[in-house]
């Protein structure tokens, strides 16, 4: 507990003394030498933190000013959404040279990040053959496997011998990094078993069929790539081959590289619970802005919609003004019950606990435990009621309507989630605002219809 305090706080001075002092230099002199030692022997990551915390300003003047000492590593420790702004002040031969010193799946990573105009004036500043190589990664779905896989892979012959095997290892030009398995091909290039490397290197002798772990879990390049981390947590995998429609091995995608689409995606799911597509930290204020207007937009609409049905009961909320006290129980009691069921399915979903096969029953389990908790709540509410007003008629309207609207809730909190990740939309962004909107109206169209009804 101690280290990890001491860490952060390390990280906290280290931005405090160099972030002031990055800005002097670059208000003043400039001097490529001064800015190249007040960075020198920090970790890309550091640095990148730097490069976020400076302002816009300041943070071109640095890039621009050091960019011939920069680790390109540097570049894929920046936020998502910087990453863009922050390549554009680089040339397209600049940006290939920071691609070639990277490994396929990580320099594939920062040229998605670019903008389409850039990214075409970069490949065509590629060497052909590379150019060819991005291009047809470029070609994957943006979410699927051929995108997250590295294409630096070590693969045996099962005919080979174990020193044959370590030869041919020790005499590669580029051994790709972390890889703790060799994918062991046949003729064709179909991975037919997996070596982790401890192994061959406890061997002396023996042929490589003979080690080798014939339970191979192939990954097919369209996937998506929660399908692929689904499969890593289901089997446990380290590392996984590529492979097309053919069976042959295109690449192999590694557990760092799952548990950044695993990151990646519950980052996804809190920001899409609070209406946002995407991490907005570093944008412009008129890019913030727009990029939330349509959720709000839609929460307008909520709010009108809600206006006109209370408007349409006024002669009721005029006899009885008391009502107006009550009326947004229901509601709030309805929107929470919502939110607790679509919080547990959109995990479900995301996890694979929940598909088709079980869908009816996790309906019907959902709707009871909305129907009972709707009940305590609908009785202690209308007691409460009851001894406030000292009035039946407002105990058994509000009690009526929670029970209803908490039923609704929690039957729609289940279905809607499904129903959207059927269509193949994100239950997380969507569902949210289609269940408040019914939660809402609802729950006021039942209290009020009630208190006209039971009050005539």
């Known amino acids: 507990m101690g280290k990890d305090v001491f860490r952060e706080d390390a990280f906290q001075h280290l931005l405090q003394d160099k972030v002031p002092l990055l800005k002097k230099v670059l208000s003043h002199h400039r001097d490529p030498a001064s800015l190249y030692k007040l960075i020198e022997g920090l970790h ?28 390109p590593e540097v570049f894929l420790f920046l936020a998502q959404n910087l990453r863009a702004d922050v390549m554009s002040l680089l040339s397209s031969p600049e940006v290939v040279q920071i691609l070639m010193a990277l490994e396929s799946d990580r320099a594939l990573s920062l040229l998605s990040s670019l903008e389409e105009e850039q990214q075409e004036a970069v490949l065509e500043a590629m060497p052909e053959k590379e150019r060819i190589l991005f291009s047809t990664r470029l070609a994957y779905a943006e979410d699927s496997a051929g995108r997250l896989m590295q294409m630096e892979v070590l693969t045996l012959s099962q005919d080979w011998s174990i020193a044959q095997s370590l030869k041919h290892i ?42 080798m772990d014939l339970e191979v879990h192939s990954i097919p390049v369209q996937w998506d790539q929660e399908e692929v981390a689904f499969m890593f947590r289901l089997y ?67 709010t009108l919609l809600t206006s006109v049905v209370i408007n349409a009961f006024q002669e009721t909320l005029q006899e009885k003004v008391a009502l107006t006290v009550l009326m947004p129980i229901a509601a709030a009691m309805g929107g929470n019950t919502g939110i607790q069921s679509a919080t547990v399915i959109i995990r479900a979903l995301a996890t694979r606990e929940l598909s088709m096969v079980n869908a009816g029953k996790t309906l019907l389990k959902e709707g009871r435990v909305a129907l009972l908790n709707g009940t305590i709540f609908g009785i202690l509410l ?7 007003f000292n009035d039946i008629h407002f105990s058994m309207i509000l009690g009526g309507a929670v029970v209803f609207n908490m039923l609704w809730a929690g039957l729609a909190g289940t279905f809607l989630p499904i129903m959207i990740a059927r269509f193949r939309c994100d239950p997380a962004l969507s569902a949210g605002p289609l269940l408040t909107t019914t939660t809402d109206v609802l729950g006021y169209v039942l209290f009020l219809g009630l208190a006209k009804w039971l009050t005539l």
């Not at 933190?49 to 890039?63: C, D, G, K, T």
């Open 44 to 71: 890309p990551r550091e640095i990148a933190y730097l490069i976020q915390y400076l302002e816009a300003p300041y943070r071109e003047s640095f890039v621009i000013w050091l960019k011939p000492h920069f680790n």
């Open 382 to 388: 209308g007691i409460i009621v009851y001894f406030w």
């Open 170 to 211: 020790r005499e590669l030009k580029v051994f790709p990094s972390h890889i703790q398995d060799a994918f062991v091909v046949d003729e064709y290039h179909h991975p037919i078993g997996i070596l982790p490397l401890s192994r061959l290197l406890r061997e002396k002798e023996g042929l490589i069929k003979d080690f």
């Open 236 to 302: 446990t995998l380290i590392s996984a081959p590529v492979v097309n429609e053919m069976n042959e091995l295109l690449g192999m995608i590694t557990l760092d590289k799952v548990m950044d689409v695993i990151e990646r995606k519950a980052a996804e799911d809190l920001f899409h619970m609070g209406r946002i597509h995407s991490s907005d930290f570093y944008a412009s204020i008129f890019k913030t802005s727009f990029s939330r207007i349509h959720w709000l937009i839609i929460t307008l609409f909520n």
